[in-house]
């Protein structure tokens, strides 16, 4: 039988190893290849806030209703805040009521998605598919024409305004 000790040790050393090839184990779960965009957990935290950083490389939520990107109605693009890649566009960008911003779609090679099994429900959590950082969740009662609700934290987001 194995210790709680031992047990911890060698979890704590797989999430490094995970971590150095630039894999969540969530994402080593999944099947991801390395990311583009690889920093080390001191870096991430220097680039980001304290509510980013535990939202992007912590798989956290904030609370609804709270971010500025809610009301953003002009045109442009909303970008990851870990990474700067355009994610969606404004054009795909609607109001929900959730309390998140919602887009009907991404765009093109923007996200990576994989099951998310926690919270003892099924839902499809989506990512920054260049540096991995953890976007929101993607539902089925969005908006034609694709029936899509991708709920994203918005400090996860950067908007851009359109020239």
């Given at each position: 039988?194995?210790?709680?000790?031992?047990?911890?040790m060698a979890g704590t050393a797989l999430a490094a190893a995970f971590a150095l090839r630039g894999l969540t184990p969530l994402a080593w779960a999944a099947g991801m290849e390395p990311f583009e965009v690889v920093k080390s957990d001191a870096e991430w935290r220097a680039a980001l806030t304290d509510d980013q950083y535990r939202i992007l490389r912590h798989?956290?939520?904030e609370r609804p209703f709270t971010s500025a990107l809610n009301h953003e109605k002009r045109?442009?693009?909303?970008?990851?805040?870990?990474?700067?890649?355009?994610?969606y566009s404004s054009e795909a960008n609607y109001d929900s009521g959730t309390g998140w911003p919602s887009f009907w779609q991404s765009l093109p090679n923007a996200?990576?998605?994989?099951e998310d099994n926690s919270l003892l429900m099924t839902r499809t959590?989506?990512?920054?598919?260049?540096?991995?950082?953890?976007?929101?969740?993607?539902?089925?009662?969005?908006p034609p024409?694709?029936?899509k609700r991708h709920c994203i934290n918005g400090?996860?987001?950067?908007?851009v305004l359109s020239r």
């Open positions: 039988m194995i210790s709680r000790r031992v047990f911890l798989e956290d939520t045109k442009g693009t909303f970008q990851c805040a870990g990474c700067a890649l355009p994610l996200v990576a998605t994989w959590e989506c990512h920054c598919r260049r540096c991995g950082g953890h976007l929101g969740h993607i539902f089925d009662d969005g024409p694709t029936g400090l996860a987001l950067a908007f």
